[in-house]
């Protein structure tokens, strides 16, 4: 048993550094609020043990419906787990139900109960006790569902829901999927919390409907270093019978919970009826938000009765900040220019195998993935996304571009127009008080809309945000661009002169999506289209194509060379992800679908500040070879840094090249720095065959100020003798709430750890414990195929904490195949309650272990007895492979 924790510990040593640095645990909005304790108001996850079924039926609704053989499910729900080429309009479209049964809690009565649903993707209807209460068109804002007076107490209520994620041109997108550039996953595919509270309380901006109005607003005006005016407005309403008399309390702290300032505001509001408490605080030397230095406020906001007795509350996490577009003067942050070009990338947040439905973990790292490679802004493409990654925006320092739903698609028919009208309301209610939040993009995306529509969804979102620092974007080609203060557009290619010569200096400009480069609209070859698997030449060629390509192209390069009129881009696309109208998924991301790096995640990490600095993301110097030290690799060896010199050593008191970086360099603050004729597999072999194959290596130096900060080395992968497990997960913690997982991924090595990328062997997965694997063989994922040395599984967690054991094995097993791994996992418990039936909760409560049908699950001692196995017959090999040399190729 102790050699078995010796090899976990080894096996945890390889685990990337992102996923052993201390633990930071994100917190995410419920409802648009954080709970505040003895404030009257409680938040219960509605998400655990939703009966599921596919397909339409008949009375689905209806309390007596016997739903006992449909499968049981946890939202987020994808409605089927998918392939990771799931492209071509292979994922179901059509009807599906939820019921969910539940016995409200005696503690309850007398509360206001709402359900809020984050998103149910498509049309939707919503039943309690079987009575309709609510019906959506629209699959990406919130479902809010008033059920005070549906609910029946000490017995068993029911919670249907009907989804249809099929075409549908009467609400936007609209556009149908076999001709959209991404897909209609379907289900309840965000969480749905219930939000009890006192009959007097703050509104949901998204339920309320009020102009600029429900809940609580958040704007600021006047920001510099030395103060800044923050505005505070907050909706309530009276739904007791008595006319309520109290104060709006306003406690404003710093992250250290220093209190700021504190305020309150005379109220009294009669039954029925609601007010509106307006109040400013004034901030004398704010901690200002930025992307360097992502300050969040706490604000507390309290309402008490005339006794002092607090009757509702909650809290929000608020960034204090000014945004400027300000023509040909550029961007300004805070008062002052922002210094250099803001480059960033779109984001459709589906992931590999359960689409869209992915858990609000998912959602943090992968801002903290996108912002550790440097981003500064993100365009939420082509939709409003989850409310946990614009939380995780706000933490992080990253911009978004909040867009629209909608994708070259107009409907004449006036239901259309209004719906869009509606979701450019409720997208402003609903991210207006988000830190994150740089640029409104109201219109259609690539869309022939009617003359009149720019301009009125400009005048929509100023209505909705009637404060300083809000500006809307539109493309330059679109219809109404004249209303819009920032146009989305290319620089020259060159960068060296303005794409427009008679541009307005009074306009902003901004390039919503580059680096994409298609033969045509129809095959989609691109040198930016690379999937990982592909190895190192193509994906040198993407990270080339990205950054500075010896072709005229919008890159990295030409967007550091514009002037300050055009203030940067987002790159198409950070992620691979899955399209309707395209066989093929598009693979332009920085990162695959499981999140894996591609080489020219490195190239843009290289292009951040060397400046170390304590942040939640990663930050300081950093070299990245770009080379496998394989038969096939190139020559040449690419390196990635953001450092002032490189030296790049071959072969261990071998050939010493040095880079320094152009003090010049006019362009991207790094560009791709190539090594010619350094790697040689000759050299390899002659080194190999003397038996010094610890000398080879690759080692890049990075300098700055003549010291060395940061370094890499590459080894050549030699035979594959092991399996390699770990967690990627950005050191959060998995939450048993049935719901969350992690990505674990399985790698295939040598003995000295090195990742074998040239093979082709299938892993399988066997998961003991408070866990379960997502997906199956008959979707390849388990077992699943190692693509470039790497074979990635999602596992997912109980309801109940504990420990996870996950065991991965080749999955055709002999004497001389690599050895298993073993990795242990945990699950925390979640912050807030979980509502669901004990009953219903069997099936994903259960922790039984799984993987494959029939196989074998071995032992401790069995796994230990496989690795001395593999000694003992590595030690026969050496016969052989000297009788090899004895008799073989000397040369």
């Not at 809290?315 to 000014?322: A, E, F, K």
Request: aromatic share 12%; net charge negative; charged share 25%.
């Amino acid at each position: 048993m102790r050699k078995i924790i010796h090899l976990i510990l080894i096996v945890l040593l390889l685990v990337p550094c992102s996923a052993l640095q201390a633990s930071h645990q994100p917190e995410f909005s419920t409802a648009g609020f954080f709970e505040l304790p003895n404030s009257g108001r409680e938040v219960f996850s509605m998400n655990p043990a939703w009966r599921f079924y596919k397909g339409s039926v008949a009375g689905a609704e209806a309390i007596s419906f016997d739903d006992t053989e449909w499968a049981v499910v946890s939202l987020p729900n994808g409605i089927e787990y998918l392939p990771t080429e799931a492209s071509g309009c292979i994922n179901y479209q059509g009807e599906v139900w939820y019921r969910k049964h539940f016995t409200p809690a005696d503690a309850l009565k007398g509360k206001k109960l709402f359900l809020h649903f984050e998103a149910i993707m498509g049309k939707s209807k919503v039943f309690v006790n079987g009575r309709l209460i609510k019906e959506h068109f629209g699959g990406y804002l919130p479902v809010v569902v008033d059920v005070t007076d549906a609910l029946k107490w000490g017995e068993d209520n029911v919670i249907a829901v009907w989804a249809d994620n099929s075409d549908d041109p009467s609400y936007p997108p609209g556009k149908a999927q076999d001709v959209l550039d991404f897909t209609y996953f379907g289900g309840i595919y965000r969480d749905c919390w219930l939000v009890a509270h006192n009959p007097v309380f703050i509104t949901d901006p998204n339920f309320e409907d009020e102009v600029a109005g429900g809940g609580l607003f958040v704007a600021y005006d006047k920001v510099s270093d030395a103060s800044a005016e923050v505005l505070l407005k907050a909706h309530l309403r009276n739904d007791s019978r008595k006319t309520f008399t109290g104060v709006v309390e306003y406690e404003l702290q710093q992250p250290d919970g220093t209190q700021v300032a504190f305020l309150n505001d005379k109220i009294q509001v009669h039954p029925g009826k609601a007010v509106t408490s307006k109040d400013k605080i004034t901030v004398k030397n704010p901690l200002l938000w930025s992307p360097e230095t992502p300050t969040l406020y706490n604000l507390i906001v309290r309402i008490r009765n005339h006794e002092g007795k607090v009757v509702d509350g909650y809290r929000r996490r608020i960034g204090i900040r000014s945004v400027e577009f300000k023509g040909k003067d550029g961007f300004w942050l805070n008062g002052r220019p922002y210094k250099e070009p803001l480059i960033g990338a779109n984001r459709h947040q589906d992931l590999a195998v359960v689409g869209n439905a992915v858990p609000n973990s998912i959602h943090w790292r992968d801002a903290k993935k996108l912002r550790d490679a440097g981003m500064k802004v993100i365009r939420n493409a082509h939709c409003p996304q989850d409310p946990a990654f614009m939380d995780a925006c706000d933490e992080l320092g990253l911009f978004v571009i909040v867009n629209t739903p909608g994708w070259q698609f107009w409907n004449d028919a006036p239901e259309f127009a209004r719906r869009v009208y509606s979701d450019i309301r409720n997208l402003v209610r609903r991210d207006r008080n988000h830190a994150c939040v740089w640029l409104w993009e109201p219109i259609l995306n690539e869309t022939w809309y009617p003359d009149d529509f720019a301009k009125k969804t400009r005048e929509l979102v100023d209505q909705e945000y009637p404060y300083p620092y809000c500006y809307s974007g539109c493309d330059s080609g679109a219809r109404g661009k004249e209303y819009f203060p920032v146009l989305f557009t290319h620089p020259s290619f060159d960068g060296k002169a303005w794409g427009d010569p008679n541009a307005d200096p009074k306009i902003t400009y901004f390039t919503r999506e580059w680096g994409d480069n298609v033969d045509d609209w129809s095959s989609h070859n691109s040198p930016s289209r690379v999937a990982r698997n592909w190895g190192e030449q193509p994906m040198l060629i993407q990270a080339r194509h990205y950054a500075n390509p010896t072709y005229t192209y919008t890159c990295y390069d030409a967007l550091y060379r514009t002037p300050r009129q055009h203030v940067g881009g987002c790159l198409w696309h950070s992620f691979d992800h899955q399209r309707g109208y395209h066989p093929d998924p598009f693979y332009g991301g920085l990162m695959d679908v499981f999140r894996q790096p591609k080489y020219s995640y490195y190239m843009f990490k290289a292009q951040r500040s060397p400046e170390k600095q304590e942040r939640l993301f990663e930050t300081g110097p950093m070299v990245y070879i770009a080379h496998e030290m394989t038969p096939f690799s190139s020559k040449d060896v690419t390196v990635y840094s953001n450092c002032e010199e490189v030296r790049l050593t071959f072969m261990r008191d071998g050939k010493v090249s040095t880079y320094s970086k152009p003090l010049t360099e006019a362009g991207m603050p790094s560009p791709v720095i190539t090594f010619p004729d350094v790697y040689d597999f000759q050299m390899d072999k002659a080194m190999s065959r003397k038996k010094k194959q610890e000398d080879v290596l690759l080692l890049a130096e990075g300098l700055i100020d003549g010291k060395v900060v940061a370094t890499h080395e590459v080894h050549p992968a030699r035979r594959p003798e092991k399996l390699l497990l770990w967690v990627d997960n950005e050191g959060v913690n998995l939450k048993a709430d049935g719901s969350d997982f992690v990505t674990v991924v399985a790698a295939v090595a040598d003995k000295n750890g090195n990742i074998k990328r040239l093979n082709n062997y299938y892993v399988k997965f066997h998961v003991e414990g408070e866990g379960r694997l997502l997906g199956d063989a008959s979707i390849l994922a388990n077992p699943a195929p190692v693509k470039w040395g790497t074979a990635p599984v999602l596992i997912q967690s109980t309801l109940k904490p504990g420990k996870i054991k996950v065991i991965a094995s080749v999955l055709f097993e002999g004497s001389q195949m690599p050895t298993s791994a073993v990795l242990e996992l945990e699950s925390a418990l979640t912050e807030h309650p979980l509502l669901y039936s004990e009953k219903e909760a069997v099936l994903i409560s259960s922790a039984s272990a799984t993987g494959l049908g029939g196989t074998t699950v071995k032992s401790a001692a069995e796994l230990e007895q496989e690795r001395l196995q593999k000694e003992q017959n590595m030690q026969k090999l050496k016969e052989v492979e000297q009788q090899q040399e004895d008799f073989g190729e000397k040369k």
